[in-house]
């Protein structure tokens, strides 16, 4: 007797409309592929940063499809479903299909940023039988650049830089194919119909052949000479790691005196990582960040045996690392066979060049020679830098790889804002709805160019993402070039103090915490009661911040100028204490009449400016060329941990709880300790301030979440010993790690706290 044939399950119709990172990451041609195995009809096409999907077949295979939507998606993809519904069925077609971009909802914008050159596209780079051999521009849906070609959304060729390059036959199929991992790929290339490089050298004749270019440019190299190298978000100047002469001609011509370098390494051994070995000591953390899709830049420790030359990170112990992660780099390190500097090609802390013309013409007088190419940048993006702290790889500088980064709001937002950022290590930030998005790495606001790519990305991430913002959120200091921006604007603006964004990054990042005491230790900014905060201990949450303990204040013989000349801030230190600085190199006899009568001589609380004091009396740095060049030579000087000297902590006259630093002096100016011993001393010392004044507020007001934001806590040795001795009394320790604890988030931290204040 047969068998019953078995039941057939019924069919059904349903919609799905998915959000998060869905474009530009081979979303459309992934959902294809599924519906060809579920054997389902319908369609999928983009809106303006979502992604919808009709699709009709079996109940069973609806099921599978929807759970893969997610469970299988691209690597790079970070999609959720937003809504399903059940349709009524159609029947009108029994195939599945990639319907044209529509224009939708332009909130729900997500903008991908640049990528890495994935693992298949750099096999058929390195494959003689490939089409693509050796090609610069290669890419696919899962690699290459993103947010710097974009002009506008939807993420279509036509919206992109890469508009002008028409595609040939060969390309044109594998686009047009949704069974091909070049499906769609907006920035599609190859050497028939893409983007060429030409090397340009002073009175040679150019090479606008791309293989002879690269050929010249490498012989440049091995000749050592400067090459500026055009990159997806900007220039580098290139040279031998290994060459004194090469790098210091870079740092002379620069001028980057002291500043250290980043070295791009060569990929090898099996995990990639063994260039990196030969010159430095990485554990797993770095290991894992010098491996993420970012390809950031990472600070990593040399080893003795480093045969880099000794000017790359003068008086530093670490070397920023980074593995190439475009096409063009993995061409020119596999051909030079040895690591290369890749420094940003700018001009004063401003941001990296983009234009061929404009590079030539202001890095003249430091590169050698030139290697373009003739695909534009539409907008700058610096390398991200990172450095483990604490055991996890933390953000020192957002950039290509890491932005424009998208984080959630922890309230949703009746008007779009825009934040204004610092006014060095500056960002913005745009947030509406329940989102905020902080844009990569602008710079120092300091020269025409920056705050004319400051202008461009404020613009560019407003028609980008379809969102005008309402109103402008800037530092309370009213002499900061964006603030002053952000008053000629016809928008209503709110002033945020420096230090209470600060605390709100962490408060943003962690809002499950309700109740804070955070340390924002910087450099210095413009404190509530008019002088330079910088050391101080802020109890609350965002709207609602109270300063509870700070460190002893001091004034700064000559203002501004102390930032760059820690030998001030070195006399303020042995002037407000009467010890004499013997060592002293300047004359001061005016100075310090000026500073008596506190004349330019504002005061200071800053955390930041005692610890230039102290590298400027252990003869670190009496001038510096870059901004926290003192405190980075301090921590790389220091020493094993030592026995802290137990610093007087008690209330000034406020009624706030101050911490006394004159006990450290005369270990400071102590030369019959090295100088090591004196750092590691310096180091403890203001670890076990971090914790007396968290014990002391803790019993005051029952505070338990303790964070540490403000550029003082790149500081590793700090940091660490911070962490250690708090979480060994009892107190959870956060420190920021998807921003930054520096000025670079500081846009962050002004959204975070200017709508809390608005909704108070």
């Not at 999928?44 to 499809?65: D, K, P, Q, T, Y």
């Not at 494959?127 to 521009?137: G, I, K, S, T």
């Not at 939807?154 to 499906?183: G, I």
């Not at 996890?392 to 949703?412: C, D, I, M, S, Y």
Request: hydrophobic share 40%; proline share 8%; aromatic share 8%.
């Amino acid at each position: 007797m047969s068998s019953p044939p078995p039941f057939a399950p019924s069919r059904q119709s349903r919609r799905w409309l998915l959000g998060g990172r869905v474009q530009g990451v081979g979303f459309r041609p992934f959902v294809y592929r599924l519906a060809q195995r579920y054997n389902l009809s319908g369609w999928v096409r983009n809106l303006s940063g979502r992604v919808e999907i009709v699709a009709e077949g079996h109940s069973a295979g609806l099921e599978r499809f929807a759970h893969a939507l997610l469970s299988e998606a691209p690597p790079l993809a970070k999609a959720e479903i937003l809504s399903c519904e059940h349709l009524a069925l159609t029947q009108d077609s029994a195939t599945f299909r990639i319907l044209p971009s529509l224009t939708g909802a332009a909130d729900s914008i997500h903008l991908p940023p640049d990528y890495f050159l994935c693992a298949d596209c750099l096999a058929e780079l390195q494959d003689p039988a490939d089409r693509r051999y050796r090609y610069p521009f290669i890419n696919c849906t899962q690699c290459g650049p993103r947010y710097t070609v974009i002009h506008a959304l939807p993420y279509d060729r036509v919206n992109t830089t890469l508009a002008a390059f028409t595609l040939c036959a060969e390309c044109r199929k594998e686009y047009d194919n949704p069974r091909d991992r070049r499906f769609h790929a907006e920035p599609l290339a190859c050497p028939a119909c893409g983007p060429q490089l030409s090397f340009h050298a002073p009175s040679e004749t150019p090479v606008d052949e791309t293989p002879a270019a690269l050929a010249a440019c490498v012989a440049a190299l091995r000749e050592g000479r400067i090459v500026a190298v055009k990159g997806i978000g900007g220039y580098h100047l290139m040279c031998d790691a290994r060459s004194d002469s090469a790098v210091q001609r870079l740092r002379a011509s620069k001028p980057r005196p002291h500043k250290p370098l980043a070295v791009m390494f060569p990929l090898g051994g099996e995990d990639g990582l063994d260039g990196v070995r030969n010159h430095a000591r990485i554990g797993a953390a770095e290991s894992q960040a010098l491996l993420d899709q970012a390809r950031p830049i990472v600070l990593v420790k040399k080893h003795s045996q480093s045969g880099l030359s000794r000017y790359i990170a003068p008086g530093l112990n670490e070397t920023g690392a980074l593995l190439p992660y475009s096409p063009l780099h993995h061409i020119l390190l596999e051909d030079f066979g040895a690591p290369l500097v890749a420094t940003s090609a700018n001009v004063s802390g401003e941001p990296v060049l983009t234009d061929n013309g404009e590079a030539q013409a202001r890095l003249a007088h430091v590169a050698d020679t030139f290697l373009h190419h003739n695909r534009p940048i539409a907008r700058p993006a610096d390398d991200a830098v990172v450095r483990v702290i604490a055991g996890k790889p933390r953000v020192l500088r957002p950039g290509r790889g890491l932005a424009p980064l998208e984080l959630p709001l922890p309230f949703t937002l009746p008007h779009p804002i825009l934040a204004c950022g610092a006014h060095i290590k500056n960002t913005v930030a745009l947030a509406w709805n329940d989102r905020v998005v902080i844009s990569p790495h602008i710079g120092d606001l300091g020269s025409a160019r920056s705050l004319d790519v400051f202008e461009q990305v404020i613009a560019d991430l407003q028609a980008l993402y379809g969102i005008r913002a309402e109103i402008l959120i800037c530092d309370a200091h009213p002499g900061y070039a964006n603030t002053r921006w952000a008053k000629r604007t016809n928008l209503p603006v709110i002033p945020v103090w420096h230090h209470h964004a600060h605390a709100s990054v962490l408060a943003g990042e962690f809002p499950e915490v309700e109740n804070w005491l955070l340390f924002t230790w910087d450099g210095a900014g413009l404190g509530e009661d008019g002088t330079l905060w910088g050391g101080e201990a802020l109890l609350g949450a965002p709207g609602n911040w109270r300063r509870a303990a700070t460190l002893r204040p001091f004034h700064l013989p000559g203002g501004d100028k102390a930032a760059r000349e820690p030998w001030r801030s070195a006399l303020a230190l042995c002037w407000e204490t009467g010890y004499t600085w013997r060592a002293c190199p300047e004359d001061t006899a005016l100075l310090q009449h000026a500073w008596q009568r506190r004349i330019n001589s504002p005061q200071t609380s800053a955390a930041g400016r005692l610890f230039d004091g102290a590298a400027a009396l252990l003869g670190l740095a009496i001038e510096t060329s870059f901004e926290g060049q003192g405190p980075m030579y301090l921590e790389a000087i220091s020493g094993e941990i030592a026995q802290p000297v137990t610093l007087p902590l008690q209330r000034n006259a406020r009624g706030i709880w101050q911490t006394d630093w004159a006990p450290l002096m005369p270990y400071l100016l102590d030369d019959t300790l090295s100088a090591s011993q004196r750092s590691a001393i310096f180091h403890a010392s203001l670890a076990q301030t971090l914790l007396q004044q968290a014990r002391v507020l803790r019993g005051e007001h029952d505070i338990n979440h303790v964070g540490l934001s403000g550029g003082v806590f790149q500081n590793r040795m700090l940091t660490e010993q911070a962490m250690a001795l708090l979480q060994n009394d009892g107190f959870e320790v956060h420190l920021p790690q998807r921003v930054p604890c520096n000025d670079g988030s500081i846009s962050y931290g002004q959204i975070i706290e200017a709508c809390a204040r608005l909704n108070n």
